[in-house]
């Protein structure tokens, strides 16, 4: 309807509706005087009903939402649930006023009348809830599911009542709109028509049936259906469904015999199939020779076996081009599955030393083979959680755009290795330390367009992120071409801190650690992207929960680049398993640079201080005997494992360094959530437990002590 | 020819919003306030389809739809019932009776006319 049609309409129905509420209101005062009057219930309940009705048809949402409530008293009342009394008709009086008032002042945005009309909702609510359970819920029946999906094909069995036809139903019109869900293929079962003597015109004896392919599901198919769902009978089988990530290969593989038709179909079943079979002719001409099925039911067989033939060869040349399947799993599965895959890890490990020990060739043998299938197992698992990090670096695009806007900078983002894969919640931990980094190179790396100029670079600045493997690392790095930073001013800023002293020479990569420490910045001014001092080293402490390490290198007036190195993975890690007394330690191999004998001079040269002397480069040690007061008494010759962390190299001195190990990583649990220098445990071949130390945790808590 | 629907309501928004959605989309509308009047429109002329409301006085629309059936001129047309969402028995009632289909109120026009589409081409 045009709009001038639409106000004529709405003018007929501010009319009629003011006339209903005019009867409205004598039937409720009649009813108070004789409620057990049916006809009156009735006459009220009419009343409310066409104006619920036609006023959400005319846009007089708030009044047909209103009255609806009332509505339901009254209907509960016309069926006997509830009885007519004094406060009901008062509350469907006032009701009535408000309606009026809404329909005098449709657009008024005069909330008092919602109060009002809210009040009268609320108290008829006592009465109606009470019944609640009985009613069906209005939005159930009126939304019609008819989402689809997967392309299937349906065979239809559509028997309509003999008598369809005095419901005014054109069997004809049904196919019609089955022909417009998708490809049909239609046949017509004549075998229930009676002789021409009986034949009466005005009944139906047909029965159909169907073959459909359509995406449009079971719902849509059965809305087809919706007038004459009661009395036909009506039976939708799903035949076949297609995926839809399957190759055209996939496809291709699927024959259609007739034998299995017929056993899906009901016809026949297994044995008389294989019964009809040994006859080596044509399975049909056997059937009808035989006379085991009729020629109808075996042409209807054959019918469904074209049509599955003939999708199938649409659906093969539609798809060849597309190949790459892929099926969505919730993560917890995927977590359940790590775990386990963990478990078998470990005891795959018990299973390696116990085979070790007792020389048994053929457990040996077991074992190995055991060990190939976990570690192969292991490592596809571990797989399935990579999530490539491209779309991790297209978020920071639009960051990259508004911050360069905010700072009057102009930025040029270039990603690359988009496609590099990493531990999906590894991934999730890297957005705050990339955002920061950003920050950090657009603020103080990359310089407005004018100074840029000034220098002799182009306006347009650039930062780099770019991603790639390194074993079993991912490298990260963040770069920019901007003024890089400046050591005079970390330096000032570190002496000021008093983090170093004035004499003090460092190099590049321990003066760039500084501003890593909490609080530091060298920002003049404090800005609302940078200058705070709380990121570089909030990005510090992510990455290392990671297991990863920050590196940052700078040329002055070229610009920064930072490197994060993450494990692609947190499951499990790769550590050098060493021996204190009978504790079992576990360092990361990826914090371990390599391992050297501590001979008994050496440690008495440098008697306190914890020095080692490692080819010409003095390195600091921490005695994990007397840190973890392991007692008992050291070996003659220890060994001393020397890490390096931030390009800083640190000693931890244990009697024995046992050898590479396939760690699980076990949570401490709760309880232990306070200790810092222990990051989890893993369980040995053996069953007894390992520690796994947090190398960069340890090292400061060892600094601290000895600063204090 | 164009095809004749009869529409019977005892809600006149209702019958206009009707009668003007169907004549747009080129049929012929007769209106009928309620079950007795619609009853009466039928007699002396050719009507191919009925949308009728249930409720109404005089002659609800349940009775219409069986007295309509029982019209050997009017035994095999499509009807249309205009029920609302809480009306499941209602809607049972009249498809015993002999009612094609329902609609569902409140609705747009444009249902309306794919309900009409869909019973009567």
Known sequence: ???????????????ETGELLEQLEESLLALEENPDDQDLVGSVFRALHTIKGSGAMFGFDRISTFTHEVETAFELIRSGVLQVNRKIIDLTLGSRDIIREMLDDPDAEDTSIDMRAQAITDQLLTYTRANDDERVSPQEETIMDVSGGALATWRIRFKPPEDLFTTGTDPGHLLDDLRELGDCTIAVVTEDIPTLSELDPERLFLTWEILLTTDKGKDSIEDVFIFVSDHATIRIDLVEQYQEDVGAEDIIERVHRLGEILVSRGDLDEEQILFALKEQKKLGEILLEKGMLSETKIDLAIQEQEHLKKTEQKLQSKRKTTTEASIRVTSSKLDNLVNLVGELVTVQARLSQEANTRNDTQLLFLAEEVERLSNELRDNTMNIRMVPI??????????????????????NLVTRGGDTELDKTVIEKLDDPLVHLIRNSLDHGIEPPSVRQAAGKPPLGELIM???????????????????IDREKIRKRAIERNLMDEG??????????????????????????????????VVR??????????????????????????PLTLAIIEGLLSRVGNESYIIPLANVEECVELEEKAKEGSKDRNLVNLRGELVPYVYLRDHFQVRSSPPEVEQIIITCLDGRRTGFVVDEVVGQHQTVIKNLGYLYRDIREISGATILGDGTLALIIDVSNLISDVRGSKYN | ????????????????????????????????????????KTKGREIHMIITDLNMPKMDGITLIQKVRTDPKLKFIPIIMLTTESQAEKKQQGKSAGATGWIVKPFKPDQLLGVVKKVLR
Do not use: C, W
Not at chain 1, 541 to 566: A, C, F, H, M, Y
Not at chain 2, 30 to 36: F, K, L, P, T, W
């Open chain 2, 1 to 40: 020819m164009s095809k004749t629907i009869l529409s019977v309501d005892d809600s006149a928004s209702i019958r206009q919003m009707v009668s003007m959605t169907l004549k747009k989309a080129g049929y012929d509308v007769i209106e009928a306030v309620d079950g007795m009047d619609g009853l009466a």
């Open chain 1, 1 to 15: 309807m045009s709009n001038d049609e639409l106000d004529a309409a709405r003018g007929v129905f501010l009319e």
């Open chain 1, 390 to 411: 491209g779309t991790t670096f297209g978020k920071f695009r639009r960051l990259v755009r508004d911050l360069s806007a905010e700072l009057g900078r102009e930025v």
């Open chain 1, 504 to 537: 003090d020479v460092l190099s590049d990569s321990e003066l760039y650690s500084f501003i890593f420490s909490p609080g530091f910045s060298t920002a003049q001014v404090v800005s609302s992207v940078s200058g705070r001092g709380v990121g570089m080293d």
């Open chain 1, 541 to 566: 402490t992510n990455i290392e929960s990671l297991r990863g390490s920050v590196d940052v290198e700078s040329q002055e007036g070229e610009g920064t680049t930072v490197t994060l190195k993450i």
């Open chain 1, 466 to 484: 770019e991603a790639e493997h390194s074993g079993a690392y991912v490298i990260i790095r963040i770069k920019d071409d901007g003024n890089g």
